[in-house]
């Protein structure tokens, strides 16, 4: 069991990655699908609580969602906003790998300093997770696209969920189906949302969403 | 107590009912008025058995909200302060039923009446709530729906000027409160007022005291914490004047009040404080208030030269209670809070009378009206009573209260060094107060009732509607009837002294009743000038029976050809004193210099604008614009940005807190 585990973590590394490094939005869905099924694996191979959610039943409801209906969702939007199909990142591709190695070794150090309750762990099981979660919130940043964000949110809730699932065994299986369900809300809104800007506005660039500010700084 | 809160539910369900019944208009007018009458009448019934039995006043319920319960109560200290909030809230809201007529089809009267029942609620809430959330709460609700009605008109650049200006100054003093909420809960570990009794020692007290010297202050008008009011006050409409100038920043002294009787024993130099302050801004109030054209922003200068004389009134008991002089207390005491319903049915008064000018001649300005008391004898009346009342002339109420501070400052006069250093300076910026606040109300009446109509824009005006007028007369019968007979009623106050001072009735009441005789001779001479007075005009009558009365323009004077434009007009009036106390009004007078003997275009014009926001707080805000202009470059409306803020926020939380 602990082999699968630390396949699966070690495979979520390298989608990290992968995601960094790729500049066409239709691989960038692909990977966070393939991710989230990835993760959404998880409660199936480690110990869970006596008395808490079934696995199998949080298993497929994260898969489905993260696996089929957010990228059937992203996919749709793609097509329907009519979209680029390049990420159009700030910076470049090396920078973005350097920065995800980076956040790799923050999120050893960051790893290092939590006290676990169960020594018994992975030992990559924190750092990918915080890895994961930073490499979200670093696509949510240095992306132009509104879509991309919604890819980095993805990706920000995967490191949230194996984090979940690694440590937290069936426990917080319940929290992280709310958590699911509010994000399915949000990225429904999400895809509707960029249909708009993209129809109101012909791109959906969000840094030209600065237009719309309503403090006019000194020039 | 459940009364009360049934007239609170009366009050909201009505305002949203109004608004939601906006489309028909005078449904929405009326509802929204007699819902508040309701209320308040009813509200009015509930305080007698407050006062008289105040522990079976209490209600609570748990409350979700942290640290927070539902707790109200009243006792004979919020009685004292919800009389003159449901009486002028009635009257107003009858007033502001015929007012708000005018503004059919143009204005949101719904939304109008959902703010001034919330706004009537609010103040209720404050005054009732036992704990600290639901008075921040109830505060800010108060604060907010104020300042939507002083919106009412806010399609107009100096009234939404004047909303921002208030909303802003009324957050600053929101924010001291919260500190001060936030010492005394820390202390004792509870946000409920019971947990909040008992002596402190130490530093603690007097930092908590400042707090809400400050926090309250700008709520109430203390100078210098006073500039919004001057603007906000005006632009509301004139029976929300009425309520914010009567009642609303009364609320800012009870809470001073009710936060004093957390702190134990008061020291000596806060009620030596409170007299600087309040006859600081006394005079200062009276001064600017004189220096005005504007009639509601001269009524606006005079509450906080009313603020000031509660606030010496209040000093002076504070004083007492710390040297443990109790006739100083409760005549102090008695003084200030008798001053505080007193000075909501006058200000409320003249508030309406003058909204009722304003409502006819579509001006505000002094000079451009004149003669308008053969039109609107009514209001002219009644604006006169309610004059001579805040000059504190007797026999009506603003004698009363002031004569009550006064006694006791000159009782005092033979205590220690610093006492009687207080109590002349009491008695006389009280005196100069009072002369300022004559000739101030001289002119206002004269200038806008006396005369000759000056322009076209008094020509049309006629009597206000009958709801107005019944308001009004109401006001200003309650001003002749406190006046009369308050040796009646001064033993109410003992109760409400014993709440705030903590010391026992019956040395109270001994102390009140000292008070009795000088009130009645007082009444006495009341009685004996208005014997004289209808002696006078019957002599007069009889006098001119039977002879033909020939009637002329007022200052004929045997002019040719008299002409409006030669009557005093209000700058000219005030000229002499405001010239007298030029190094504080620093009135801009702009005139074309007349060189030839016909000139072209002469022009004159004056201006008085508040000195403290000239000198203190426009340079101020001026070198904070400039200091957090340099911050702009990190407002630059790029969303990845603003996300990068977030996430090294949290993060340095995150490693600071492992």
Redesign the interface.
């Known amino acids: 069991m602990t082999m699968w585990v630390d396949f699966i973590i070690v495979a979520v590394l390298l989608l990290d990655l992968m995601m960094l490094s790729s500049s066409r939005i239709r691989n960038c869905i692909q990977i966070a699908a393939v991710q989230g099924t990835l993760v959404g694996l998880m409660p199936l191979f480690v110990e869970s609580h006596p008395g808490a959610l079934s696995p199998v039943v949080a298993s497929f409801f994260s898969i489905f969602l993260k696996g089929v209906v957010f990228p059937w969702l992203l996919f749709r939007a793609l097509r329907e906003a009519n979209i680029r199909k390049e990420v159009e990142p700030?910076g470049g591709y090396p920078l973005s790998l350097l920065m995800g190695v980076v956040m790799f070794a923050m999120g050893f150090w960051?790893s290092k300093?939590?006290l676990y309750p169960d020594p018994f762990v992975p030992a990559l099981g924190a750092p990918v997770s915080f890895a994961t979660f930073f490499t979200g919130?670093f696509l949510?940043?240095?992306?132009?696209k509104a879509i991309t964000?919604v890819i980095g949110y993805l990706i920000l809730e995967n490191g949230i969920y194996l984090f979940g699932a690694v440590f937290l065994g069936g426990q917080s299986l319940l929290v992280e189906l709310a958590i699911l369900l509010d994000i399915f809300a949000a990225v429904f809104v999400m895809g509707i949302t960029i249909f708009h800007i993209n129809r109101e506005f012909d791109h959906i660039d969000?840094?030209k969403?600065?237009?719309?500010?309503d403090?006019i700084?000194?020039k | 107590m459940n009364v009360l809160l049934c007239s609170l539910i009366v009050l909201i369900v009505s305002g949203v009912f109004a608004f939601s019944l906006n489309r028909c208009v005078k449904f929405a007018n009326g509802m929204g008025a007699a819902g508040a009458v309701t209320a308040c009448v009813v509200g009015l019934g509930a305080l007698f058995a407050v006062y008289n039995n105040p522990t079976a006043a209490v209600f609570s319920i748990p409350w979700a909200i942290p640290c927070g319960s539902f707790s109200l109560g009243a006792d004979a200290l919020s009685a004292v302060f919800l009389f003159p909030v449901f009486l002028l809230s009635a009257l107003s809201a009858l007033y502001g039923f015929d007012y708000l007529k005018h503004y059919y089809g143009k204005k949101n009267i719904g939304a109008a009446w959902l703010f001034y029942n919330l706004l009537v609620a609010s103040m209720a809430l404050v005054i009732m709530a036992r704990n600290a959330i639901l008075f921040l709460s109830a505060w800010e609700m108060m604060s907010v729906s104020s300042c939507f009605l002083v919106l009412f008109e806010g399609e107009k650049r100096d009234v939404a000027r004047a909303g921002l200006i208030y909303l802003v100054a009324t957050h600053i003093g929101t924010l001291f409160l919260l500190v001060m909420f936030i010492l005394l809960g820390k202390e004792s570990g509870s946000w409920d007022f019971a947990a909040w009794q008992g002596t402190r020692a130490g530093f603690g007290p007097s930092l908590i005291f400042l707090c809400a010297l400050i926090g309250f202050g700008t709520k109430s008008g203390f100078v210098p914490m006073h500039i919004w009011l001057p603007e906000a006050h005006p632009a509301a409409p004139s029976h929300v004047s009425a309520l914010m100038s009567g009642v609303m920043i009364k609320t800012g002294i009870y809470g001073l009040l009710r936060i004093m009787t957390f702190l134990g024993m008061p020291c000596a130099w806060w009620g030596y404080l409170l007299i600087a302050i309040g006859s600081l801004s006394g005079i200062l109030g009276v001064l600017f208030a004189l220096a005005q054209s504007d009639f509601k922003r001269l009524l606006a200068y005079s509450s906080i030269e009313n603020i000031g004389i509660i606030l010496m009134g209040i000093g002076l008991g504070v004083v007492g209670l710390s040297v443990q002089n109790s006739f100083l207390m409760v005549m102090g005491f008695a003084g200030g809070l008798l001053h505080v319903v007193n000075h909501a049915f006058f200000k409320g008064l003249l508030f309406l009378g003058a909204g009722a000018v304003y409502h006819e001649t579509g001006t505000r300005k002094m000079d451009l009206l004149g003669g308008l008391l053969k039109k609107m004898p009514i209001t002219g009346f009644c604006f006169l009573v309610g004059a001579a009342a805040i000059c504190g002339l007797p026999p009506l109420n603003g004698f009363v209260s002031e004569f009550l501070v006064y006694y006791a400052s000159f009782k005092s006069i033979s205590g220690s060094t610093s006492l009687v250093f207080a109590a002349v300076g009491i008695i006389t910026s009280l005196a100069l107060i009072g002369g300022l606040a004559a000739a101030c109300f001289t002119k206002a009446f004269g200038i806008i009732f006396l005369g000759e109509t000056r322009t076209a824009c008094g020509q049309n005006a006629h009597e206000a509607g009958v709801f107005m007028r019944l308001s009004m007369v109401i006001l200003a019968v309650a001003c002749i009837v406190i006046g009369l007979s308050a040796p009646l009623f001064i033993g109410v106050f003992a109760r409400i002294i014993a709440d705030v001072s903590g010391s026992p009735l019956s040395l109270i009441q001994l102390c009140l009743m000292e008070a009795g005789p000088p009130l009645i001779s007082v009444v006495v001479m009341a009685v004996c000038l208005f014997i004289v007075v209808v002696l006078t005009v019957l002599l007069r009558r009889s006098f001119l029976s039977g002879r033909v009365i020939t009637r002329f323009p007022t200052w004929d004077c045997g002019y040719a050809r008299p002409d409006p434009r030669m009557q005093y007009t209000a700058s000219s009036f005030a000229q002499p004193v405001v010239d007298f106390f030029k190094g504080v009004l620093r009135t801009q007078k702009q005139a074309v210099k007349i060189t030839r003997y016909f000139p072209d275009s002469p022009s004159f014009k004056t201006e008085t604008t508040d000195l403290f926001s000239e000198t203190v707080f426009r340079p101020m805000l001026r070198s904070m614009r400039r200091f957090t202009g340099k911050l702009t470059w990190l407002q630059h409306g790029k969303l990845q940005f603003y996300i990068l803020y977030i996430v090294f926020a949290l993060v340095a939380l995150f490693i600071w807190k492992l």
């Open positions: 700030i960051l300093r939590l919130v949510i940043i240095s992306r132009m964000q969000t840094q969403l600065s237009e719309l500010k403090i700084t000194s």
